[in-house]
């Protein structure tokens, strides 16, 4: 449901393929979560330009921020039951992200963009949604937002933590303490976008930049017929250690979410070295559970 294919070009709006998906969660009795209105990646450039290429004014595009959510919101009203209103608006050093909605309309483009979401539907859970949440300066950036936000009244209900993780980064601790300090805002934590490389990093530190690319090399692709069992067990230990974590904040947490069913089609294999094979999911290529489904569905014994 990102914008630039909901709505490539102005006005003509492309619900084919969301509408399948909202129907048969409907159909199954699903809770069904919207990802994503405001995102400034993989939104269309019509959204920021005129008819002559140049930037447009704050009024013009907070218009068609409001049309956009009003138009998908509304179309979905009733059925997806919680969205992801603004997705990175923050870097890691807990920061603005300097992106077009920021620079033509401002820092409230995100109050604006919940606002506009509440009026859509009244009934929809909102939520703001982020990568490296466990950093400290993140997280002290998203803390400070939140509390702007809650200070104008803006109708935040939660925050997604992305849990884009690896083998070593990022530390349970820190992990922990973000989840403490968001559901100290008053506010349910969700888990989302959850998986687990087990390749080497080009660089330090992790994230999930979708703009960053190195090019390939053999030592960042080392499994590219199988993994060692010695790797796969500290994966699955590794995700077991997180499902622990979550457990003992179940009372914080609403949600986990995997970003993705099976390894095949996580976009891990293509970030931020493309061609590469990963293995960060709970099902292998061909869908068959890993030990890691055991090792956390053990934790409820």
Same mark, same amino acid.
């Not at 709006?13 to 509408?19: I, N, P, R, S, V």
């Not at 457990?247 to 947490?253: A, G």
């Not at 099902?283 to 489904?293: I, Q």
């Given at each position: 449901?990102?914008?630039?294919?909901?709505?490539?070009?102005?006005?003509?709006? =492309?619900?084919?393929?969301? /509408?399948?998906?909202?129907?048969?969660?409907?159909?199954?009795?699903?809770?069904?979560? $919207? =990802?994503?209105?405001?995102? =400034?990646?993989?939104?269309? %450039?019509?959204?920021?330009?005129?008819?002559? $290429? *140049?930037?447009?004014?704050?009024?013009? #595009?907070?218009?068609?921020?409001? /049309?956009?959510?009003?138009?998908?919101? $509304?179309?979905?009203? $009733?059925?997806?039951?919680?969205? !992801?209103?603004?997705?990175?608006?923050? #870097? !890691?050093?807990?920061?603005?992200?300097?992106?077009?909605?920021?620079?033509?309309?401002?820092?409230?483009?995100?109050?604006?963009?919940?606002?506009?979401?509440?009026?859509?539907?009244?009934?929809?859970?909102?939520?703001?949604?982020?990568?490296?949440?466990?950093?400290?300066?993140?997280?002290?950036?998203?803390?400070?937002?939140?509390?702007?936000?809650?200070?104008?009244?803006?109708?935040?209900?939660?925050?997604?933590?992305?849990? =884009?993780?690896?083998?070593?980064?990022?530390?349970? /601790?820190?992990?922990? *303490?973000?989840?403490?300090?968001?559901?100290?805002?008053? #506010?349910?934590?969700?888990?989302?976008?959850?998986?687990?490389?087990?390749?080497?990093?080009?660089?330090?530190?992790?994230?999930?930049?979708?703009?960053?690319?190195?090019?390939?090399?053999?030592?960042?692709?080392?499994?590219?017929?199988?993994?060692?069992?010695?790797?796969?067990?500290?994966?699955?230990?590794?995700?077991?250690?997180?499902? %622990?974590?979550?457990?003992?904040?179940?009372?914080?947490?609403? %949600?986990?979410?995997?970003?993705?069913?099976?390894?095949?089609?996580?976009?891990?294999?293509?970030?931020?070295?493309?061609?590469?094979?990963?293995?960060?999911?709970?099902? /292998?290529?061909?869908?068959?559970?890993?030990?890691?489904?055991? #090792?956390?569905?053990?934790?409820?014994?």
């Amino acid at each position: 449901m990102k914008a630039g294919r909901i709505q490539p070009r102005e006005g003509a709006f =492309h619900f084919e393929l969301a /509408d399948r998906f909202v129907a048969l969660g409907v159909k199954e009795g699903m809770h069904i979560h $919207g =990802h994503t209105l405001i995102w =400034h990646s993989q939104a269309p %450039r019509w959204f920021f330009t005129d008819s002559e $290429g *140049k930037r447009v004014s704050r009024e013009v #595009l907070i218009q068609r921020m409001k /049309d956009h959510i009003f138009t998908v919101v $509304g179309r979905y009203r $009733g059925k997806v039951h919680s969205w !992801d209103v603004v997705n990175e608006a923050l #870097l !890691d050093d807990g920061s603005f992200r300097k992106s077009p909605f920021y620079e033509i309309i401002g820092e409230d483009y995100i109050q604006l963009a919940f606002e506009f979401a509440r009026q859509a539907d009244p009934d929809a859970a909102l939520y703001y949604n982020d990568y490296s949440m466990a950093n400290p300066a993140k997280r002290a950036g998203v803390v400070s937002l939140v509390k702007r936000l809650q200070q104008a009244g803006a109708p935040i209900d939660g925050i997604g933590m992305q849990g =884009h993780i690896g083998l070593s980064y990022p530390s349970l /601790d820190e992990f922990e *303490k973000s989840i403490v300090a968001f559901a100290g805002l008053g #506010l349910v934590v969700m888990i989302t976008e959850l998986d687990l490389t087990v390749l080497p990093t080009p660089r330090h530190g992790g994230g999930a930049e979708i703009s960053a690319n190195f090019n390939y090399r053999g030592e960042l692709d080392p499994y590219v017929n199988e993994l060692p069992e010695t790797v796969a067990l500290a994966a699955a230990r590794r995700y077991q250690d997180f499902f %622990r974590l979550f457990l003992k904040h179940h009372e914080r947490i609403t %949600r986990v979410t995997l970003w993705g069913i099976n390894d095949g089609h996580s976009w891990r294999n293509h970030w931020p070295v493309r061609g590469r094979t990963d293995y960060p999911l709970l099902f /292998d290529r061909n869908n068959n559970p890993k030990a890691a489904v055991e #090792l956390i569905l053990s934790l409820t014994d």
